[in-house]
């Protein structure tokens, strides 16, 4: 458990550049670096993660420690992961620090983002070339990348995972279920979801909004927020604006989404920065209150229908459909590495030219993320 927290620790501090880069990070760490799960897992889990409510990346890290150790490895990935970015918002929102006002810190993060675009790419590279063999899913593939650079937003992402799924459910269920049959089981899990996490997790969707005062609303608009999200941090910010934006100014929402920008890790930590604002009078309490229970939903979900999700794909037809919904994402960081990853890490002709070098430093010469993201860094602050 303890190898878990730091490793997630250690991607916390480092993971850049927004969901697409946080799942570059977690396959290159855990599948080819340390093998902790191998692709075909990752690629289910990651798969659940795309279906639920909540943040995909950090419920893909939260079901890749449950994995390696069960409920205290779950436990351990999250705060690990989640505890750098929640302490600097916790620190900004208490006015401790001037993040992004300082020209070093400000080329130092461009290093990084750097270091994402080349994580991600190197991502869409071995997930299409373990997911995307045939013509069908580079179809989708494709497909799914140009709708988003077409047409971005969460429906279009929603209606191409459907879409991959129903088209692979029916053209693909046999493929999918040999691939799922080929792959050995670590362990027999039970058909049926766990039911007391589900009832637990709409108790509180019911029950948390009864309990009245300033925490309890703070804790019920949060958790609703966190159980009807679907595409990650930035679509929290909308849910969020209407649950509680009668208390915030907007001015504080767009300084808590910059700010959760900036920092690695999870954006979901924009909770931290709201709930901190929120109870001004007791700002870690609010933080703390706010992020548990915007990340709870996807998490309760998450542990109440991952025992029984590898025995569900021993169906054809739902095998098939994780076939699709697979292309599809790699689709999807293959669209996110234009927008949102190019866009921000890619300014000048030189930092393309620096994400090449850092491309072939990762793919062929095998150096370790840790030097080029140290290499990215130093060419940066000598531009600044």
């Not at 991607?11 to 927004?18: A, D, E, Q």
């Not at 302490?87 to 300082?102: C, D, E, F, H, T």
């Not at 907007?250 to 890790?265: N, R």
């Not at 850092?358 to 602050?381: C, E, N, S, T, W």
């Amino acid at each position: 458990m303890g190898q878990v927290f730091l490793q997630f620790l250690w991607l916390g501090c480092v993971s850049f550049g927004g969901p697409a880069a946080h799942i570059g990070y977690f396959q290159r760490t855990f599948v080819q670096r340390l093998a902790w799960l191998s692709q075909a897992e990752f690629a289910r889990l990651l798969a659940l993660c795309q279906l639920l409510p909540g943040p995909a990346s950090s419920q893909l890290g939260f079901a890749i420690g449950r994995h390696r150790a069960g409920f205290g490895g779950a436990l351990a990935a999250f705060i690990g992961f989640t505890l750098p970015s929640f302490l600097l918002l916790l620190a900004a929102a208490m006015g401790i620090g001037q993040l992004g006002s300082n020209l070093w810190l400000d080329a130092a993060l461009h290093g990084l983002k750097l270091l994402a675009l080349i994580v991600v790419a190197d991502a869409v590279l071995t997930m299409s070339r373990q997911f995307c063999l045939g013509r069908l899913t580079q179809g989708i593939m494709v497909a799914t990348a140009a709708a988003l650079w077409w047409q971005p937003g969460l429906l279009t992402q929603l209606l191409m995972l459907a879409g991959a799924a129903l088209i692979c459910a029916r053209f693909q269920r046999g493929e999918g279920a040999a691939a799922v049959a080929a792959e050995p089981q670590r362990e027999s899990r039970a058909r049926q979801p766990h039911w007391p996490t589900l009832l637990l997790f709409a108790a509180l969707f019911v029950g948390l909004p009864l309990l009245g005062g300033p925490i309890g609303q703070l804790v019920a608009d949060f958790y609703r927020a966190g159980s009807l999200v679907f595409g990650g941090g930035h679509v929290v910010l909308p849910l969020l604006q209407e649950s509680v934006g009668h208390t915030l100014s907007e001015q504080q929402f767009l300084t808590g989404y910059s700010l959760a920008q900036l920092v690695p890790g999870p954006m979901f930590t924009l909770a931290t920065y709201l709930g901190a604002q929120l109870l001004p009078g007791t700002p870690l309490l609010g933080a703390l209150s706010a992020t548990l229970a915007l990340f709870a939903p996807g998490f309760l979900l998450l542990w109440a229908v991952g025992p029984c999700w590898q025995q569900w794909l021993a169906e054809p037809r739902l095998a098939g459909a994780v076939a699709g919904i697979n292309a599809a994402v790699v689709g999807l960081l293959l669209a996110a590495l234009y927008q949102p990853v190019w866009q921000s890490a890619v300014l000048a002709p030189t930092d393309l030219a620096l994400a090449a070098i850092g491309f072939y430093l990762l793919r062929v010469v095998k150096l370790p993320v840790l030097a080029i993201a140290g290499l990215l860094v130093l060419a940066a602050l000598l531009q600044a």
